[in-house]
């Protein structure tokens, strides 16, 4: 009764401060981009947090959210609708043979393959500038209507990615929590014995990997009409490594650990950036104080206390 009282009291705390958090904020405009990369994060925690396996390589699917939703928006329809879906297709194809051809390597293995696969999308986006606009980025993302609804208003469009946000959560949620969820978590704590009572381990791995680039490209499209541009560091190592400091800050394989890893580190990126010119060390050493200090992350330690308290 009192763990299910607990967890009412955090949704609703939480229903509120997403309610009020583009009024919280410096600017809205920082509220919507907390959301984007909190989807990002939670579809992140079922490949790392849940399946156990840890990818440098989430960029290439952010990347290619981003750039194939502004392609299609400029080159070819001005519908957000029809871009993110061609742009999430494509992300989970190449999601499928990047899958196909690395998810039977363990261990540090798996870890540099996906980098070298990262390494590989973003020379090609750097090098085909006709296409990307190399280390320029990709200029003139218009932010169209989504059927009746217009989304040029800042607000308008955060609440519209609001209900992605929360559809995302949603559906992540159900993943772990399935069959197929307690799955994952076997292969994370055993692969091996998961294998010997019947499991097709890699058939498991291939779609998780599948669903967390889904969530990725989705982000990555919704980054693109967001800032109305596509820069080269979407396919950077820089972004692999920044979501997977934002699942270990705020707590691998909670999801909801994640979500306000990447909201926070969103934020604090903002906050620092105005004042001082360093900020990047500054969140390196938050980082790396709060994996010393605080292994599981920063939020299930705060609720155990809390817990603890009431």
Avoid at 83 to 89: E, F, H, S
Wanted: hydrophobic fraction near 55%; include cysteine; charge should be positive.
């Amino acid at each position: 009764m009192k763990n299910s009282l607990h967890k009412w009291l955090f949704f609703g705390l939480m229903a509120i401060l997403l309610l009020l958090l583009p009024f919280l904020t410096p600017y809205h405009s920082l509220a919507t981009e907390m959301l984007i990369f909190a989807i990002f994060a939670v579809g992140y925690d079922i490949i790392f947090g849940y399946t156990g396996l840890l990818s440098f390589g989430h960029a290439i699917f952010f990347g290619m959210g981003a750039y194939g939703t502004g392609l299609v928006l400029v080159r070819l329809v001005p519908s957000l609708f029809v871009a993110l879906v061609i742009a999430i297709g494509a992300s989970l194809l190449v999601s499928f043979i990047i899958a196909f051809l690395s998810i039977r390597i363990r261990g540090i293995y798996f870890v540099m393959i996906t980098l070298a696969f990262c390494q590989m999308f973003y020379f090609i986006a750097f090098k085909w500038k006709g296409l990307t606009g190399g280390d320029n980025g990709f200029h003139g993302v218009p932010r169209t209507s989504f059927g009746p609804v217009n989304l040029n208003s800042e607000i308008t469009f955060y609440f519209f990615i609001l209900v992605l946000f929360c559809l995302s959560v949603f559906l992540a949620f159900r993943i772990v929590r399935s069959p197929f969820g307690r799955v994952l978590k076997a292969l994370k704590e055993n692969e091996d014995r998961a294998r010997s009572v019947g499991y097709n381990t890699t058939k498991f791995k291939t779609l998780a990997f599948m669903i967390s680039a889904f969530f990725a490209s989705l982000a990555g499209g919704l980054y693109a009409v967001h800032s109305n541009f596509v820069p080269l560091d979407t396919l950077s190592i820089n972004m692999s490594g920044a979501v997977v400091i934002m699942a270990l800050l705020g707590g691998i394989g909670t999801l909801y650990g994640p979500i306000l890893g990447a909201m926070l580190i969103v934020y604090l990126k903002n906050l620092l950036s105005n004042w001082v010119g360093n900020w990047n060390l500054i969140l390196g050493a938050i980082f790396i104080v709060s994996v010393l200090t605080m292994r599981q992350g920063i939020f299930p330690v705060i609720f155990s206390k809390l817990k603890e308290k009431f």
